[in-house]
């Protein structure tokens, strides 16, 4: 009974905690990140090494990461992505979520238990903080001058995931916890060689997926030697080259920070939006809606005569070659979108943007190809989309038309 509450209050702080590590991302391997040849350190086992990371109770940590993506995006994506800077603009921090896919990052970061996080992106002289401290959550936009806020009296202690998850939930250690979680009988795990993050020693699991057709080659977790915290999260491509995501420490430091780290105040002359007015009922606000979020699909859709009464969606394969197929009721078909005088000039930017067309017993469409998730869309507005192969996503679109 101790060892499963021990597990669960690991599972509970995991994401706070995390805040600490970084908002998901990638990065290009940086030399800070790793040495070459690893320490000498005893043997674990896969197994062995999943259980330290789940029994993992740190709650209290600082210091200093590097984030980057390399998604190999379309160069108009790319832009409505808004390139390597989080900082200007609104300072909600669900404005800033895509563009920390794009481009690369530094942060600071600090956490003292699942009541106070506070992560900063620096980007020049220009940063952006997120501030999570007791029933209060904070964005703050140094080069627009405009701060966000919510306030929750029931957040203190009794929805720390729900904040972390705002302040940047792709952090190294909920990395790991969600891919370790979606392990299973399509992965291979195995310990990998040792190796130095941010001056700590390390090991590495490795998870490989056993399907084909994925564009994932693996993923390495770096866990801490001594406290078995993740440090780092590389997630490598099928097709090799650097990392399409490398988030990881390059300083940490274990011991409390002080509490005067969590403190905020609205600077004077600067625009103060309350969330939770915009968000309604719910507090969420706008969140992602799936593929609402997917760059310039909005547009696209509405060149082809809007939604309509589509959006259905349909879970097609598992693991790692898994494909979501959603019919968008679109009335109208990509080749009436290229030949309309009437399409939105964003909805034909897109389409030019995409990848090459394709063909099938589906009919025909266009791939919009990144190095992680591709996704398929149909002249008669459905879309294919996963972390699979463009080959993969014609396969899936010919047996379910």
Sequence with gaps: MATNAKTRKAARYAVPVAVAGVAAATVAMVPAFANSG??????????????????SDVQQLS???????????????????GGAGVS?????????????????????????????????FVDGKDEYSLIHNGADV?????????????????????????TADRLGGASPQQLAQDVLKAAGPTTDVSVGETA?????????????PKQSG???????????????????????????????????FTKVDFAKPSADTFAFAAPKGAKVTEGAAEAGKDGHGKQFKGLDSFPGLDALTGGMGGAGKGGETKVLGEGWATIARVDTGAGKSLKDLENSKDAPKEAKQFLDSLGGKV????????????????????DDGKVYVGAVTKDALVQAADANK
């Design 38 to 55: 690893g320490p000498d350190l005893p043997k674990m086992t896969a197994q062995q090494l999943i259980e330290k990371v789940a029994a």
């Design 63 to 81: 210091g200093s990461a590097k984030i980057s993506t390399d998604l190999g995006l379309p160069k108009l994506a790319s832009g409505l992505l």
């Design 88 to 120: 200007g603009g609104s300072a909600n921090p669900e404005d800033k979520i895509a563009q920390l896919a794009n481009g690369s990052h530094t942060v600071r970061v600090a956490a003292d238990g699942p009541d106070r996080q506070k992560l900063t």
């Design 138 to 162: 904070w964005g703050y936009d140094s080069k627009a001058n405009e701060v966000w806020h919510e306030k929750n009296p029931e957040a203190a202690g009794k929805d720390e995931k729900k």
């Design 196 to 208: 130095q993050v941010a001056g700590r020693d390390a090991y590495q699991l490795v998870l490989k």
């Design 214 to 248: 994925t564009t994932v080659g693996s993923v390495k977790i770096a866990v801490d030697a001594k406290n078995g915290v993740p440090l780092r999260v590389q997630l490598l491509s099928a097709e090799g080259g650097k990392p399409i995501v490398d988030a990881g």
């Design 359 to 378: 063909n099938g017993k589906f009919g025909e469409g266009r791939v919009f190809k990144t190095r992680l998730v591709n996704a398929l869309i149909t």
